[in-house]
């Protein structure tokens, strides 16, 4: 970013595509720099300074995927790059990844996708920028814990830990800050219990390439290396995809497999508690989710009013009724059922 205005990248060798790219992101109030070829992306990459490479796939000369190989070696490595594909199947998203790409946007593509993707990538990257300013990045991070050696006294400081958490949440905050403050990793983490799932990530941005991966490589076995420093681990209940591993997987590996038993502890000490309910922080349950927490309460409340009924067919009805409601209730919505449903017992 050069005079505090972040600086998009954009290769595309469809003219017409290129030139609405450019107008879509300067209207965003970014500078842009317009190449047609991967050859000219890499030439205009040094001086250009970008934040954000927006790039096709498919070029002439150099396509995209050889492209996104040699700018990974010309820029920093949290400098996003975006690729713009009419290809989106498995393997297409994984040899994206493989190379060092950040996201994937479908062609044709849609323009508040678009738009969202490149504000979302930038403001992540510039973030990291600030930190490193204030000489919080991730790579002095890592230098001081080798120079001091402290890397075995990080892991071992949260396996003591790991044995007072007694809720989801306070495990999970105590790995994120292991993560991130003690070997300064860039990640995406998901958490997997019941019927819903937790993602995070260092920046409080969770890419949505990220979770594709995470989910696409869920039977490639427990840990899973990418050829640009990306590692992935893979558990029943989780799994870890960090960007910068470095010299800490074996590290990682060691708090990955405490953080996997602290998890089993959990639920064996809250047993009959349900996963939900001890866990708060940045929770999306799904629609089972809320209904197995509604229905608790809920049966309840059918058989006082089949009492009061006195009919089978009304309390059917009323059932049937409550369920189809519930269907795409936003979440202050589905806590005033609850609190409805509470007051009516």
């Given at each position: 970013?050069?005079?505090?205005?972040?600086?998009?990248?954009?290769?595309?060798?469809?003219?017409?595509?290129?030139?609405?790219?450019?107008?879509?992101?300067?209207?965003?109030?970014?500078?842009?720099?317009?190449?047609?070829?991967?050859?000219?992306?890499?030439?205009?990459?040094?001086?250009?300074?970008?934040d954000?490479?927006?790039?096709?796939?498919?070029?002439?000369?150099?396509?995209?995927?050889?492209?996104?190989?040699?700018?990974?070696?010309?820029?920093?490595?949290?400098?996003?790059?975006?690729?713009?594909?009419?290809?989106?199947?498995?393997?297409?998203?994984?040899?994206?990844?493989?190379?060092?790409?950040s996201?994937?946007?479908?062609?044709?593509?849609?323009?508040?996708?678009?738009?969202r993707k490149?504000?979302?990538?930038?403001?992540g990257?510039?973030?990291?920028?600030?930190?490193?300013?204030?000489?919080?990045?991730?790579?002095?991070?890592?230098?001081?814990?080798?120079?001091?050696?402290e890397?075995?006294?990080?892991?071992?400081?949260?396996?003591?830990?790991?044995?007072?958490?007694?809720?989801?949440?306070?495990?999970?905050?105590?790995l994120?800050?292991?993560?991130?403050?003690?070997?300064?990793?860039?990640?995406?983490?998901?958490?997997?219990?019941?019927?819903f799932?937790?993602?995070?990530?260092?920046?409080?941005?969770?890419?949505?390439?990220?979770?594709?991966?995470?989910e696409?490589?869920?039977?490639?076995?427990?840990m899973?290396?990418?050829?640009?420093?990306?590692?992935?681990?893979?558990?029943?209940?989780?799994?870890?995809?960090?960007?910068?591993?470095?010299?800490?997987?074996?590290?990682?590996?060691?708090?990955l497999?405490?953080?996997?038993?602290?998890?089993?502890?959990?639920?064996?000490?809250?047993?009959?508690?349900?996963?939900?309910?001890?866990?708060?922080?940045?929770?999306?349950?799904?629609?089972?989710?809320?209904?197995?927490?509604?229905?608790?309460?809920?049966?309840?409340?059918?058989?006082?009013?089949?009492?009061?009924?006195?009919?089978?067919?009304?309390?059917?009805?009323?059932?049937?009724?409550?369920?189809?409601?519930?269907?795409?209730?936003?979440?202050?919505?589905?806590?005033?059922?609850?609190?409805?449903?509470?007051?009516?017992?």
């Amino acid at each position: 970013m050069k005079n505090n205005i972040p600086r998009v990248l954009i290769a595309e060798d469809n003219r017409l595509t290129l030139q609405i790219l450019g107008k879509l992101v300067g209207k965003m109030g970014y500078d842009t720099c317009l190449v047609e070829d991967g050859y000219e992306a890499m030439r205009q990459l040094p001086s250009f300074g970008p934040d954000l490479v927006l790039i096709d796939v498919s070029m002439p000369k150099l396509d995209g995927y050889e492209a996104c190989v040699h700018l990974r070696k010309l820029c920093k490595p949290h400098v996003p790059i975006i690729f713009l594909s009419g290809k989106t199947r498995k393997e297409d998203i994984l040899k994206g990844y493989e190379v060092g790409g950040s996201d994937f946007i479908s062609k044709p593509f849609n323009h508040h996708e678009l738009t969202r993707k490149i504000q979302i990538a930038v403001e992540g990257k510039l973030n990291i920028d600030r930190l490193a300013a204030r000489g919080d990045s991730y790579k002095s991070s890592q230098q001081d814990a080798l120079i001091k050696g402290e890397a075995y006294k990080i892991v071992e400081a949260f396996i003591q830990q790991s044995f007072h958490y007694e809720r989801y949440d306070e495990l999970v905050t105590g790995l994120k800050k292991t993560l991130r403050g003690g070997f300064g990793l860039r990640y995406t983490l998901q958490v997997r219990l019941e019927d819903f799932s937790v993602n995070h990530s260092d920046d409080g941005v969770v890419s949505p390439i990220d979770l594709q991966i995470i989910e696409s490589c869920k039977e490639e076995g427990r840990m899973f290396e990418f050829r640009v420093d990306r590692t992935l681990w893979t558990y029943k209940k989780f799994s870890l995809l960090v960007h910068n591993i470095g010299a800490w997987g074996e590290d990682v590996t060691l708090l990955l497999d405490t953080f996997q038993q602290a998890l089993e502890r959990i639920k064996s000490l809250q047993a009959g508690t349900d996963a939900f309910e001890l866990f708060e922080i940045g929770v999306e349950p799904s629609l089972p989710m809320i209904k197995k927490i509604v229905r608790q309460q809920f049966e309840h409340l059918v058989g006082k009013v089949s009492l009061h009924l006195g009919d089978h067919q009304g309390t059917y009805e009323f059932s049937k009724d409550f369920e189809e409601q519930l269907v795409g209730l936003v979440n202050h919505e589905k806590k005033l059922i609850l609190e409805k449903i509470s007051d009516l017992e």
